[in-house]
């Protein structure tokens, strides 16, 4: 599928190079051409044209990418140190750029106070460490900490987290102005995290997100937002238009701020937070996931019904954003919150279903073998 607009930062840079390369060939011919008084020799035009190619516009990316992540809370963590919780599914994450979203403290505990002192009713999620080397092993590339847990045991339990990922090769993205960036042969990705909680880069600052995005399509070819956004339980399949509650609490209006940030140059938009799968639309030739669901928990959250259906989306994008093909595993949620593949498919319909409910004919169409559509 081509895209209705066409990058700026690729014509930019395409606009550069061509510039550059007329001047290196005028002055070069002025050097061939001319005798030491400097008069002219041959004509130019007789000589070779260099032809300008670019293994970069050529290129393609693939990415995968889950919903939210948790293994647990210490004391109460997997029987096997979390070794089998990704081991039916690791296949499915096999791609360039591998993306979830870590909602569990990787911290020992030193040093971080918990956000629950004092309170009677509260959720604060830590697993050990060592845990960042599951998600290496299955296949992440980066983890998204722009959410309402990363700050469950305070500024130390993220700093811990965010030491335990690099010790492990892994990028983190989501904390204010961050940008992560991953080279994929000779193009540039950037990965930008977004949630409306402390800590994180604010979803609900349009204005500053669509900054943010456009520095991003500065430093890289392809830029990918991910949000973590919505409110949360099964009465909250349905994206609406508007900013949405939960607890009282704004969690965003994900349709303003989708559309804002591929307006600014995202070329791929990845949600998660309501716990539930969503839509998904395209917008400007862009497609917005606007929520995978749960992808793994240790009685973490309610894996019940819709809360234990979920997917794998993965993506090819060229270079410059155009389309080339996607589809979606449909993943359940077994035992204690395993993610295994679903055998019934559920997720296929219920993301084939809400799109078209939610978007009509900008919803995404996916087909009996979970390919993604593309809009036309």
Same mark, same amino acid.
């Given at each position: 599928?081509?895209?209705?607009?066409?990058?700026?930062?690729?014509? &930019?840079?395409?606009?550069?190079?061509?510039?550059?390369?007329?001047?290196?060939?005028?002055?070069?011919?002025?050097?061939?051409?001319?005798?030491?008084?400097?008069?002219?020799?041959?004509?130019?035009?007789?000589?070779?044209?260099?032809?300008?190619?670019?293994?970069?516009?050529?290129?393609?990316?693939?990415?995968?990418?889950?919903?939210?992540?948790?293994?647990?809370?210490?004391?109460?963590?997997?029987?096997?140190?979390?070794?089998?919780?990704?081991? &039916?599914?690791?296949?499915?994450?096999?791609?360039?750029?591998?993306?979830?979203?870590?909602?569990?403290?990787?911290?020992?505990?030193?040093?971080?106070?918990?956000?629950?002192?004092?309170?009677?009713?509260?959720?604060?999620?830590?697993?050990? &460490?060592?845990?960042?080397?599951?998600?290496?092993?299955?296949?992440?590339?980066?983890?998204?900490?722009? @959410?309402?847990?990363?700050?469950?045991?305070?500024?130390?339990?993220?700093? &811990?987290?965010?030491?335990?990922?690099?010790?492990?090769?892994l990028s983190s993205t989501g904390r204010p102005g961050e940008i992560?960036?991953?080279?994929?042969?000779?193009?540039?990705?950037?990965?930008?995290?977004?949630?409306?909680?402390?800590?994180?880069?604010?979803?609900?600052?349009?204005?500053?997100?669509?900054?943010?995005?456009?520095?991003?399509?500065m430093r890289a070819d392809l830029v990918v937002v991910t949000m973590?956004?919505?409110a949360e339980g099964s009465d909250a399949v349905h994206v609406r238009?508007?900013?949405?509650?939960?607890?009282?609490? @704004?969690?965003?209006?994900?349709?303003?701020?989708?559309?804002?940030?591929?307006?600014?140059?995202?070329?791929?938009?990845?949600?998660?937070?309501?716990?539930?799968?969503?839509?998904?639309?395209?917008?400007?030739?862009?497609?917005?996931?606007?929520?995978?669901?749960?992808?793994?928990?240790?009685?973490?959250? @309610?894996?019940?019904?819709?809360?234990?259906?979920?997917?794998?989306?993965?993506?090819?994008?060229?270079?410059?954003?155009?389309?080339?093909?996607?589809?979606?595993?449909?993943?359940?949620?077994?035992?204690?919150?395993?993610?295994?593949?679903?055998?019934?498919?559920?997720?296929?319909?219920?993301?084939?279903?809400?799109?078209?409910?939610?978007?009509?004919?900008?919803?995404?169409?996916?087909?009996?073998?979970?390919?993604?559509?593309?809009?036309?």
């Amino acid at each position: 599928m081509e895209s209705s607009r066409a990058p700026q930062r690729q014509l &930019q840079r395409r606009l550069a190079a061509l510039t550059f390369v007329a001047a290196t060939i005028a002055a070069f011919l002025c050097f061939l051409n001319a005798d030491e008084s400097g008069t002219a020799l041959a004509d130019p035009a007789a000589l070779p044209v260099a032809k300008t190619t670019s293994a970069e516009v050529s290129a393609t990316v693939r990415f995968a990418a889950t919903g939210d992540i948790a293994f647990g809370s210490t004391p109460s963590l997997p029987p096997d140190g979390g070794r089998s919780m990704f081991a &039916q599914v690791a296949q499915f994450l096999d791609a360039d750029v591998v993306l979830g979203n870590l909602e569990t403290v990787l911290a020992d505990g030193s040093g971080a106070g918990t956000k629950c002192a004092g309170r009677t009713a509260c959720f604060a999620f830590r697993a050990p &460490q060592q845990y960042a080397r599951l998600l290496s092993s299955a296949g992440f590339t980066v983890l998204n900490l722009a @959410n309402n847990h990363s700050y469950d045991f305070g500024p130390a339990g993220l700093e &811990q987290t965010v030491a335990a990922l690099r010790r492990t090769r892994l990028s983190s993205t989501g904390r204010p102005g961050e940008i992560a960036v991953q080279n994929v042969g000779p193009v540039r990705v950037a990965i930008v995290g977004f949630a409306p909680h402390p800590g994180a880069q604010d979803l609900r600052d349009i204005a500053a997100a669509r900054k943010l995005v456009r520095r991003a399509a500065m430093r890289a070819d392809l830029v990918v937002v991910t949000m973590h956004a919505g409110a949360e339980g099964s009465d909250a399949v349905h994206v609406r238009p508007g900013v949405e509650t939960y607890e009282g609490e @704004n969690r965003g209006d994900v349709v303003a701020f989708s559309h804002a940030v591929v307006d600014a140059g995202a070329d791929l938009v990845l949600g998660h937070g309501p716990h539930v799968l969503r839509a998904m639309e395209w917008y400007r030739g862009r497609l917005i996931a606007y929520s995978l669901g749960n992808f793994s928990s240790f009685r973490n959250f @309610n894996t019940s019904g819709s809360g234990g259906v979920s997917a794998v989306v993965r993506v090819t994008l060229r270079s410059d954003g155009r389309w080339v093909r996607g589809d979606l595993v449909p993943i359940r949620l077994v035992g204690d919150g395993t993610p295994v593949r679903d055998q019934a498919r559920t997720a296929l319909g219920v993301v084939r279903g809400l799109s078209q409910q939610d978007f009509g004919r900008r919803g995404a169409r996916v087909d009996a073998r979970g390919n993604l559509i593309a809009a036309r």
